[in-house]
Protein backbone atom coordinates (compact mmCIF):
# COMPACT_ATOMS: atom_id res chain seq x y z
CA UNK A 1 0.00 0.00 0.00
CA UNK A 2 0.92 3.60 -0.11
CA UNK A 3 4.01 4.65 2.53
CA UNK A 4 4.62 8.14 3.84
CA UNK A 5 7.68 8.57 5.69
CA UNK A 6 9.21 10.86 7.88
CA UNK A 7 12.50 11.40 10.49
CA UNK A 8 11.06 11.61 13.52
CA UNK A 9 13.30 14.40 15.11
CA UNK A 10 14.74 17.55 14.61
CA UNK A 11 16.36 20.30 16.99
CA UNK A 12 17.70 23.93 15.68
CA UNK A 13 18.18 27.21 17.33
CA UNK A 14 16.16 30.08 17.06
CA UNK A 15 16.62 32.00 14.10
CA UNK A 16 17.83 29.03 12.04
CA UNK A 17 16.21 27.28 9.29
CA UNK A 18 14.55 23.94 9.92
CA UNK A 19 14.44 21.35 6.75
CA UNK A 20 11.57 18.87 7.25
CA UNK A 21 12.14 15.91 4.74
CA UNK A 22 9.29 13.42 3.39
CA UNK A 23 9.55 10.15 1.63
CA UNK A 24 6.52 8.60 0.12
CA UNK A 25 5.72 5.44 -3.04
CA UNK A 26 2.58 6.21 -4.66
CA UNK A 27 3.63 7.77 -7.83
CA UNK A 28 0.48 8.84 -8.21
CA UNK A 29 0.25 11.18 -5.71
CA UNK A 30 -1.99 14.20 -6.68
CA UNK A 31 -1.44 16.99 -3.94
CA UNK A 32 1.30 16.43 -1.01
CA UNK A 33 0.40 18.75 2.07
CA UNK A 34 2.09 19.74 5.34
CA UNK A 35 0.53 20.00 8.62
CA UNK A 36 0.99 20.94 11.87
CA UNK A 37 0.35 20.08 15.14
CA UNK A 38 0.38 21.73 18.68
CA UNK A 39 0.06 19.23 21.70
CA UNK A 40 -3.60 18.32 22.54
CA UNK A 41 -4.86 20.12 19.59
CA UNK A 42 -6.26 18.99 16.12
CA UNK A 43 -4.00 19.09 12.57
CA UNK A 44 -3.27 22.65 10.81
CA UNK A 45 -2.69 23.04 7.07
CA UNK A 46 0.64 24.89 6.38
CA UNK A 47 1.00 24.52 2.87
CA UNK A 48 0.15 22.38 0.18
CA UNK A 49 2.05 21.35 -3.52
CA UNK A 50 0.14 20.28 -6.48
CA UNK A 51 2.55 17.21 -8.24
CA UNK A 52 3.41 19.10 -11.29
CA UNK A 53 4.91 21.76 -9.33
CA UNK A 54 8.46 21.79 -8.31
CA UNK A 55 8.70 24.12 -5.64
CA UNK A 56 6.07 26.64 -3.50
CA UNK A 57 7.05 29.75 -1.39
CA UNK A 58 4.47 30.66 1.55
CA UNK A 59 6.35 33.95 3.30
CA UNK A 60 8.76 31.77 5.49
CA UNK A 61 7.88 28.56 4.35
CA UNK A 62 9.75 26.85 1.12
CA UNK A 63 8.38 23.71 -0.23
CA UNK A 64 10.30 21.44 -2.64
CA UNK A 65 8.72 18.41 -4.33
CA UNK A 66 11.39 16.17 -6.30
CA UNK A 67 8.89 14.21 -7.95
CA UNK A 68 11.21 11.82 -9.80
CA UNK A 69 12.82 10.55 -6.23
CA UNK A 70 9.15 10.92 -4.70
CA UNK A 71 10.99 13.50 -2.13
CA UNK A 72 9.21 16.51 -0.40
CA UNK A 73 10.69 18.88 1.56
CA UNK A 74 9.53 21.37 3.66
CA UNK A 75 12.27 24.61 4.75
CA UNK A 76 11.12 27.22 7.07
CA UNK A 77 13.24 30.16 7.35
CA UNK A 78 13.93 32.26 10.65
CA UNK A 79 12.62 29.39 12.78
CA UNK A 80 11.02 30.79 16.63
CA UNK A 81 9.81 28.97 19.65
CA UNK A 82 6.51 29.17 18.75
CA UNK A 83 7.16 26.58 15.21
CA UNK A 84 7.98 24.29 17.88
CA UNK A 85 5.06 21.29 17.16
CA UNK A 86 4.62 17.99 15.08
CA UNK A 87 4.42 18.27 11.63
CA UNK A 88 2.51 16.16 9.31
CA UNK A 89 3.35 15.06 5.17
CA UNK A 90 0.35 13.89 3.55
CA UNK A 91 0.01 12.77 -0.09
CA UNK A 92 -3.69 12.06 -1.20
CA UNK A 93 -4.19 10.97 -5.15
CA UNK A 94 -7.61 10.67 -7.28
CA UNK A 95 -6.63 6.89 -6.91
CA UNK A 96 -7.39 7.14 -3.33
CA UNK A 97 -11.17 8.64 -3.74
CA UNK A 98 -9.44 11.82 -1.99
CA UNK A 99 -8.06 10.28 1.38
CA UNK A 100 -5.02 11.31 2.51
CA UNK A 101 -1.86 9.30 3.77
CA UNK A 102 -0.08 10.51 6.09
CA UNK A 103 3.57 10.07 7.79
CA UNK A 104 4.02 9.43 11.50
CA UNK A 105 5.13 13.38 11.87
CA UNK A 106 8.00 15.05 12.40
CA UNK A 107 8.96 16.73 16.11
CA UNK A 108 10.43 20.02 15.84
CA UNK A 109 12.06 21.56 18.51
CA UNK A 110 13.40 24.75 18.46
CA UNK A 111 15.73 26.00 21.35
CA UNK A 112 15.97 29.43 22.48
CA UNK B 1 -15.02 31.24 14.60
CA UNK B 2 -14.91 27.17 15.34
CA UNK B 3 -15.05 25.14 12.06
CA UNK B 4 -14.90 21.67 13.18
CA UNK B 5 -16.17 21.29 17.03
CA UNK B 6 -15.66 18.01 18.50
CA UNK B 7 -17.30 17.36 22.02
CA UNK B 8 -16.10 15.88 24.15
CA UNK B 9 -12.60 17.07 24.44
CA UNK B 10 -11.64 14.15 27.15
CA UNK B 11 -14.19 11.66 27.22
CA UNK B 12 -13.14 8.82 29.84
CA UNK B 13 -15.06 5.18 29.91
CA UNK B 14 -14.83 1.92 31.12
CA UNK B 15 -13.57 -1.38 29.22
CA UNK B 16 -16.64 -2.53 27.14
CA UNK B 17 -19.04 0.20 28.17
CA UNK B 18 -20.01 2.00 24.76
CA UNK B 19 -19.28 5.30 23.77
CA UNK B 20 -20.11 7.73 21.24
CA UNK B 21 -17.75 10.80 20.09
CA UNK B 22 -19.21 13.59 18.22
CA UNK B 23 -18.17 15.78 15.79
CA UNK B 24 -19.97 19.50 14.23
CA UNK B 25 -19.27 21.54 11.61
CA UNK B 26 -19.91 25.22 10.57
CA UNK B 27 -18.36 25.26 7.09
CA UNK B 28 -21.18 23.29 5.55
CA UNK B 29 -18.72 21.14 3.59
CA UNK B 30 -19.83 17.41 2.02
CA UNK B 31 -16.80 15.37 3.31
CA UNK B 32 -16.26 14.09 7.07
CA UNK B 33 -13.78 12.09 8.56
CA UNK B 34 -12.78 10.13 11.32
CA UNK B 35 -8.88 9.34 12.57
CA UNK B 36 -7.72 7.59 14.95
CA UNK B 37 -4.18 9.15 16.28
CA UNK B 38 -1.96 7.06 19.12
CA UNK B 39 0.84 9.09 20.23
CA UNK B 40 3.69 9.33 17.94
CA UNK B 41 1.73 8.38 15.48
CA UNK B 42 0.11 9.35 11.93
CA UNK B 43 -3.64 9.76 12.45
CA UNK B 44 -5.04 6.77 10.66
CA UNK B 45 -7.87 6.74 9.07
CA UNK B 46 -11.28 4.51 10.31
CA UNK B 47 -14.18 5.90 8.03
CA UNK B 48 -15.32 8.70 5.21
CA UNK B 49 -18.51 10.11 4.60
CA UNK B 50 -19.08 11.55 1.18
CA UNK B 51 -22.89 13.24 1.71
CA UNK B 52 -24.61 10.18 3.22
CA UNK B 53 -22.14 7.71 1.60
CA UNK B 54 -20.48 5.85 3.93
CA UNK B 55 -16.56 4.40 3.32
CA UNK B 56 -15.23 1.81 5.54
CA UNK B 57 -11.74 1.49 5.53
CA UNK B 58 -10.91 -1.76 5.05
CA UNK B 59 -8.87 -2.50 8.59
CA UNK B 60 -11.36 -1.02 10.78
CA UNK B 61 -12.71 -3.17 13.40
CA UNK B 62 -16.05 -3.61 13.79
CA UNK B 63 -16.30 -2.35 17.11
CA UNK B 64 -16.06 1.03 15.16
CA UNK B 65 -19.05 2.19 13.73
CA UNK B 66 -20.23 6.02 12.81
CA UNK B 67 -23.66 7.75 12.04
CA UNK B 68 -23.77 10.96 10.19
CA UNK B 69 -27.75 12.02 10.33
CA UNK B 70 -27.14 15.51 8.71
CA UNK B 71 -24.63 17.42 6.99
CA UNK B 72 -23.38 19.51 9.95
CA UNK B 73 -23.35 16.52 12.75
CA UNK B 74 -21.14 13.00 12.73
CA UNK B 75 -20.82 10.52 15.48
CA UNK B 76 -18.19 7.89 16.27
CA UNK B 77 -19.42 4.84 18.51
CA UNK B 78 -17.39 2.54 19.88
CA UNK B 79 -19.18 -0.74 20.94
CA UNK B 80 -17.30 -1.99 23.43
CA UNK B 81 -14.18 -0.31 24.18
CA UNK B 82 -10.52 -2.01 24.55
CA UNK B 83 -7.57 -0.90 26.24
CA UNK B 84 -5.86 -0.64 22.82
CA UNK B 85 -9.00 2.17 21.62
CA UNK B 86 -7.14 4.61 23.80
CA UNK B 87 -6.36 6.98 21.50
CA UNK B 88 -7.04 10.37 20.18
CA UNK B 89 -9.82 11.10 17.68
CA UNK B 90 -9.70 13.36 14.98
CA UNK B 91 -12.67 14.69 12.80
CA UNK B 92 -11.96 16.68 9.74
CA UNK B 93 -13.66 17.88 6.81
CA UNK B 94 -13.43 18.89 3.60
CA UNK B 95 -15.65 20.57 1.00
CA UNK B 96 -14.84 17.57 -1.43
CA UNK B 97 -12.22 15.25 -2.72
CA UNK B 98 -9.25 16.82 -4.63
CA UNK B 99 -9.48 17.25 -7.97
CA UNK B 100 -6.96 18.95 -10.54
CA UNK B 101 -8.17 22.08 -10.19
CA UNK B 102 -8.43 22.34 -5.80
CA UNK B 103 -6.93 20.11 -3.17
CA UNK B 104 -10.23 20.67 -1.24
CA UNK B 105 -7.72 20.63 2.10
CA UNK B 106 -8.78 18.79 5.64
CA UNK B 107 -10.40 21.10 8.73
CA UNK B 108 -9.02 19.16 11.73
CA UNK B 109 -11.20 19.81 14.68
CA UNK B 110 -9.45 19.57 17.83
CA UNK B 111 -9.78 16.01 18.78
CA UNK B 112 -11.28 13.80 21.52
CA UNK B 113 -8.96 11.95 24.02
CA UNK B 114 -10.32 8.69 24.86
CA UNK B 115 -8.98 7.08 28.01
CA UNK B 116 -10.64 3.64 28.56
CA UNK B 117 -10.40 2.87 31.98
Known amino acids: GEDVEQSLFLSVREGDSSVINCTYT??????LYWYKQEPGAGLQLLTY?????DMKQDQRLTVLLNKKDKHLSLRIADTQTGDSAIYFC????????????FGDGTTLTVKP | DAMVIQNPRYQVTQFGKPVTLSCSQT?????MYWYQQKSSQAPKLLFH???????NEADTPDNFQSRRPNTSFCFLDIRSPGLGDAAMYLC????????????????FGPGTRLTVT
Open chain 2, 92 to 107: ATSRDRPTSGSPYEQY
Open chain 1, 26 to 31: DSSSTY
Open chain 1, 49 to 53: IFSNM
Open chain 1, 90 to 101: AETSYSHAGKST
Open chain 2, 27 to 31: LNHNV
Open chain 2, 49 to 55: YYDKDFN
